[in-house]
């Protein structure tokens, strides 16, 4: 039985995502809830609009929401707990940009989601050297004699 032809961007988006490693994925999400509020935003000046920026920040917060699930309220301590307050923070502020249609109360979301979004980007960095040192060096499985 063939495969159907796919996109060749789709297959390319969806190996990204398969061979992710955790911090990466956090990564994506981010990236996905700038890219839709940053959409949301231009598209709230008309009213002609105003359905393109809420498709958007629906789709921003569904993505919030899911970072919101991935919380490990047990072993994530502080962090975790400050992570939650702040994603609350932004659903709370994008419930009110979408009823208002002000693009201001957006734009702390995005900058704050771009800092978050890099802290998540390093420490996937980091992880991914830890695996690669550990792959290609002596790491705790050898069989030497």
């Known amino acids: ?13 969806e190996t990204q995502v398969t ?5 990466k994925l956090i990564v994506m999400l981010y990236d996905g809830a700038i890219k839709f509020l940053n959409i949301a935003a231009e598209n709230m000046d008309s009213p002609r609009t105003y359905d393109v920026a809420n498709n ?10 899911e970072l919101l699930l991935s919380l490990n309220m ?3 301590g ?6 939650f307050n702040l994603y609350m ?15 201001e109360k957006i734009k702390p979301v995005i900058a704050n989601l771009k800092v978050l979004r890099d802290a998540w980007d390093q420490i996937s960095a980091n992880e991914a050297k830890t695996d690669h ?12 004699g």
């Open 1 to 13: 039985m063939a495969l159907p032809n796919k996109n060749p961007y789709d297959q390319y988006k």
């Open 133 to 144: 040192m550990n792959m290609n060096g002596k790491g705790s499985f050898s069989i030497e």
């Open 89 to 103: 923070f932004f659903k709370k502020q994008l419930l009110e940009a979408n009823i208002s249609k002000e693009s």
């Open 56 to 65: 958007n920040i629906i789709k921003a917060q569904d993505i919030i929401t």
């Open 74 to 76: 047990n072993e994530g």
């Open 78 to 83: 502080e962090i975790a707990g400050n992570l």
């Open 19 to 23: 061979t992710a490693n955790q911090g």
